[in-house]
């Protein structure tokens, strides 16, 4: 199975303030066809996870546009420009070049 | 709108079977993958496999081999998840996700349905 590591696994940070996720995958996530087959998602507490930005950057409808995704083969990045209070909560990584597909284990974000 | 209701918790003992269904709703059903997600406590979310209603294909991960069968009511508009021989290891919040990215030549999760809990006690 492909392996799919975050870091950090949390992170603070104080509103109106930049973050980023690292994840790293096992292989190459780069497809046949030049895509890389990585999404995110983002559970806040209590709520099943909501998909946030698929191929590696591309924004799902109605995603606000200060989430960027980005990276290629095995390194890919989520970054929020301005964290809002909102934006707390769990965010995995996924890849779904291969099944069984697997996540990443999650980076905590809270709200400094 | 698109809408995946699953259904309620439930508590089971060890080596008993479980059912969840994931009633769908608000779009064509046999044209979207329905795929199972689980959590367990303090675990990274874990791909169970997927059942594709409109031509039954079907893909469940090794790990589960043997053990999970998905299946399908069309009229109802319904997936289940049946998983037998239950061991504690399977208590977690178990979770529907529909598969929307088949016209993007991907895979990703667009709607997910609220989870169902399973405790596996004696």
């Known amino acids: 199975d492909i392996v799919m590591t975050q870091s950090p696994l949390s992170l603070a940070v104080i509103p109106g303030e930049p973050a980023s996720i690292s994840c790293r995958s096992s292989?190459?996530?780069?497809?046949?066809?030049?895509?890389?087959?990585v999404s995110w998602y983002l559970q806040r507490p209590g709520q099943s996870p909501q998909f946030l930005i698929y191929l590696s950057s591309t924004r799902a409808s109605g995603v606000p546009d200060r989430f960027s995704g980005s990276g290629s083969g095995t390194d890919f990045t989520l970054k929020i420009s301005r964290v809002e209070a909102e934006d707390v909560g769990v965010y995995y990584c996924?890849?779904?070049?291969?099944?069984?597909?697997?996540f990443g284990q999650g980076t905590k974000l809270e709200i400094k | 709108q698109v809408q995946l209701v699953q259904s309620g918790a439930e508590v089971k003992k060890p080596g008993a079977s479980v059912r969840v269904s994931c009633k769908t709703s608000?779009?064509?059903?046999?044209?979207?993958?329905i795929h199972w997600v689980r959590q367990a406590p303090g675990q990274r979310l874990e791909c169970m496999g997927w059942l594709t209603p409109g031509n039954n294909n079907l893909k469940i991960s090794e790990k589960f081999q043997g053990r999970v069968t998905f299946t399908k009511d069309t009229p109802a508009s319904t997936v289940y998840m049946d998983l037998r021989s239950l061991t504690s290891e399977d208590t977690a919040l178990y979770y529907c996700s529909r598969d929307g990215g088949w016209t993007s030549g991907t895979t990703f999760f667009d709607y997910w349905g609220q989870g169902t809990r399973v405790t596996v006690s004696s």
């Open positions: 996924m890849q779904v070049l291969q099944a069984p597909y697997t």
């Open positions: 292989r190459s996530l780069l497809d046949g066809n030049g895509y890389n087959q």
């Open positions: 608000g779009y064509s059903f046999d044209d979207y993958a």
